[in-house]
Nanobody, 127 residues
């Protein structure tokens, strides 16, 4: 069992930056691939970024490439999402998630492949 708690969301202006954090407790954090997803009002949850259990491989949705950076600090049981050059279309609730398998070689980009979820943190970007 993995418990995830996100923080770092807020109200910012276009072009600003935010760093989201997700702290994990309850199990061996190092063994899980981690992902960030987001959900805007009236839309389905979508993939944002993912990182392998070791932290060595990262993946991004096209919407965040060049602007977002995901990182995993296994010593702190924390995964981060650094978001730069934010746009109004980035407005959403952001969720972190842990994969359903430990030490998985495939880093999934589909929400259904993730077994553990945080409660989400709101990011609002004003124009």
């Amino acid at each position: 069992q993995v418990l995830l708690v996100e923080s770092g969301g807020g109200l910012v202006q276009t072009g600003d930056s935010l760093r989201l954090s997700c702290v994990a407790t309850g199990s061996t954090f190092i063994s899980y691939n981690m992902g960030w997803f987001r959900q805007a009002p009236g839309k389905e949850r979508e993939f944002v970024a993912a990182v392998s259990w070791s932290g060595g491989r990262t993946y991004y949705a096209d919407s965040g490439k060049g602007r977002f950076t995901i990182s995993k600090d296994n010593a702190k049981s924390t995964v981060y999402l650094q978001m730069n050059s934010l746009k109004p279309e980035d407005t959403a609730v952001y969720f972190c998630a842990a994969s359903g398998r430990t030490y998985a070689t495939t880093v999934d980009q589909t929400a259904s492949r993730y077994a553990y979820w945080g409660q989400g943190t709101q990011v609002t970007v004003s124009s």
